[in-house]
């Protein structure tokens, strides 16, 4: 049940999950240093990859501490996919097939769990992979809904080379609001069957669930997703603060920087209890249009400085019941990580139906929500989209216009973002004209247009 392999990388147990906009390096240090023995990157598109070094360059970041590693890569042709593979072969422990990803976009590229019908296809690839780099090839499946199909399939990956398999014990259709309960019953299944390692993924909500896990299926190790992004600490068993997490992420984020959208979905995923309460919709809306680093910074610290106190026991609730219930009864105050409990498929049908009943009374408009399920108008949830849509610098490369006054005594204006003199524009014309100068910044060339029009008077005298 083992291999050389997978006791070379420490026979790691506690497992990221490879996960799109969201187990980027920051993230994964941050597990790393509570927990976690093994982390995947997010899925890297195999055709993408080979073709645009710019896609490689901004989306796979890895450092000497970010091991061990699998990288994950999606596609279906096993040539493009053992090029992909050869890109990353040195900075990594092992390869991953994608062949679970349930999305339409998945279907559309056909790749992902819309393979898990083509096994000659996906037989091709692991061997193309596996001839072609130095590393071993893996595979992330779903499973079907029969146990006899599922083992099945995982003997057929294990046959054609995977050496290490990862099942994700719900359906392709258990997916969205549908995603519902895993299957460990699947998943023990298959493990009886194969014999190289093997991960179990679905239904990790603490390190309890990991030990349950591990119990029931008899796998090597447990991969865990949503658990992770609402308490990156899952693994090392404890329920830590939300600013401390956060805070100790954006430092990450300030050595390895990333979108600003993937730090807002990281932090709103730790937040998620602290925005349920209506006191923090200020906080909730910094966080969702928030530009940069200070502004992450900010949130954080005002949370923080919000409910220490309650946190020392300084301050009591008298509100008890405002502060926890929330519809959520929640056992753990909303300050500290705690997981995110889904609704199940059978309640979103029903908040669907009634869902549909108010818009039909609303004239049949459409409703925007944000990620939280706030109703939103569609102005501000376009403008919201835009915000999030923009890349976030590290707070060094930040434009410092309109935060840093201009230095010239007594001006109270804004400074010119690339002023050389770091002036406002008035003062920087003043300073010109007296000085006979030129500011590139502010486009202002006194300098230049007086020695021209002294080389055309020289000239047109001789
Ligand atoms: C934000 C997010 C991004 C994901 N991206 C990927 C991915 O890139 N590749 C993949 O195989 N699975 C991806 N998944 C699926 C997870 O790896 C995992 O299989 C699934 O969430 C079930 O695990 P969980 O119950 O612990 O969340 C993603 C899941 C989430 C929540």
Redesign the pocket.
């Known amino acids: 049940m083992s291999s050389e392999w997978y006791e070379l990388i420490g026979r790691p147990k506690f497992v990221v999950?490879?996960?799109?906009?969201?187990?980027e390096i920051a993230w994964r240090l941050l597990c790393r240093r509570h927990g976690a023995q093994l982390c995947?990157?997010?899925?890297f598109h195999s055709n993408v990859f080979t073709k645009d070094p710019k896609y490689r360059k901004d989306n796979f970041v890895t450092c000497d501490e970010d091991r061990p590693l699998i990288v994950?890569f999606?596609g279906n042709n096993p040539e493009v996919m053992a090029a992909a593979a050869k890109y990353v072969e040195n900075d990594c422990d092992a390869i991953?097939i994608?062949?679970?990803?349930p999305q339409i976009i998945a279907k559309r590229g056909r790749y992902?769990s819309y393979l898990q019908d083509e096994w000659d296809l996906l037989s091709n690839i692991v061997q193309t992979m596996t001839k072609a780099v130095s590393v071993p090839i893996t595979c992330?499946v779903?499973i079907f809904e029969s146990i006899e199909k599922t083992v099945k399939y995982a003997l057929m990956l294990q046959n054609a080379g995977c050496k290490l398999l990862?099942v994700?014990g719900?359906t392709r259709e258990q997916k969205g609001p549908l995603?519902g309960i895993?299957s460990w019953k699947h998943i023990k299944a298959v493990r009886e069957a194969i014999s190289i390692p093997m991960f179990a993924?679905?239904?990790?909500?603490c390190l309890e669930d990991v030990y349950r896990c591990l119990e029931f299926t008899n796998v090597n190790g447990v991969?865990?997703?949503?658990?992770?992004?609402t308490n990156p600490a899952i693994f090392e068993g404890i329920n830590p603060l939300v600013w401390e997490m956060a805070d100790e992420y954006l430092d990450l984020v300030e050595k390895y920087p990333c979108p600003s959208s993937y730090i807002r979905?990281h932090m709103f995923k730790m937040f998620h209890k602290i925005f349920t309460i209506e006191d923090n919709f200020d906080d909730r809306h910094l966080l969702a249009t928030a530009q940069n680093l200070s502004d992450f910074r900010q949130v954080s610290m005002n949370i923080r400085d919000k409910y220490l106190p309650y946190h020392h026991g300084k301050v009591h609730f008298e509100d008890g019941e405002n502060m926890y219930s929330n519809g959520y009864n929640l056992i753990l105050p909303p300050w500290i990580c705690q997981p995110y409990v889904r609704m199940s498929p059978e309640q979103h049908k029903n908040k669907m139906e009634e869902l549909s009943k108010k818009q039909q009374n609303n004239e049949n408009k459409r409703i925007h929500e944000d990620s939280e399920g706030v109703v939103l108008s569609r102005k501000k949830m376009k403008k919201l989209k835009r915000i999030m849509r923009r890349p976030i610098k590290p707070d060094s490369q930040q434009h410092t216009r309109g935060q840093e006054s201009c230095v010239s005594d007594a001006c109270r204006n804004p400074l010119g973002g690339k002023c050389v003199y770091q002036l406002c524009k008035k003062c920087c014309k003043e300073k010109c004209f007296k000085e006979v100068l030129d500011c590139k910044g502010h486009r202002i060339l006194v300098l230049t247009r007086r020695e021209l029009a002294k080389t055309f008077e020289e000239n047109r005298s001789a």
């Open positions: 999950a490879p996960m799109v906009d969201a187990s995947y990157t997010p899925m994950q999606c991953d994608n062949l679970g990803c992902g992330k779903r990862t994700h719900r995603t895993a993924n679905g239904n990790i909500q991969m865990s997703a949503e658990g992770t992004l979905g």
